[in-house]
């Protein structure tokens, strides 16, 4: 069942408590069929707010929200499942182009296939409010593989450090350079 399904099945319990509310005004006195109605529209508001409210607010979010990188620092399941997709409790490290980087806590409803993808390590892609930077959405997901850097990239890195400070010459490092390369 997709998010849209999900909106059409809570409005139709919404309008359904409605009519209930409405056949229980006539049928009962009026000062029961009050409280009920208050009962009724209760339990339907708070069924808005905790699942349909989140989701049209990260549709929304996804549709409209700055673009960034992030990588995960924690993830744990919560133990709560939205039509067998879990949600998921991330500590993220988001990256904003232009920005510094910050931590923000998020908790998704992601697919059954994504969830095993949510590993400390892994980049995401999210979605950014623009009026509130720590409300985030994800976007994508990206194995962990396809970020980190190859320990060959890494050591050639670590060459081109030590040869701007100097603790190297241009001899050593076109040598070693070299024997990195050839491992390859």
Known sequence: MNQHRIGLVIASLGILCAVLSLVVVI???????????????GICGAVYRS???????DRALRKRGLPASAIILEARDTGTTVNRNPKVDLLLEIRPEGGAPYRVRATPVVSRLQASLLQPGTAVEVKIDPRDKKRVALASVTSAEDV????AAARLERLQDLRRKGLITEAEYRRKREEIIRGL
Not at 27 to 41: D, H
Not at 51 to 57: A, D, K, S, T, Y
Not at 148 to 151: G, I, V
């Open 148 to 151: 980190s850097p190859s320990p």
């Open 51 to 57: 699942v349909l409210r989140p989701i049209l607010h």
């Open 27 to 41: 049928v009962l006195s009026p000062l029961e069929g009050i409280l009920l109605t208050l009962v009724f529209t």
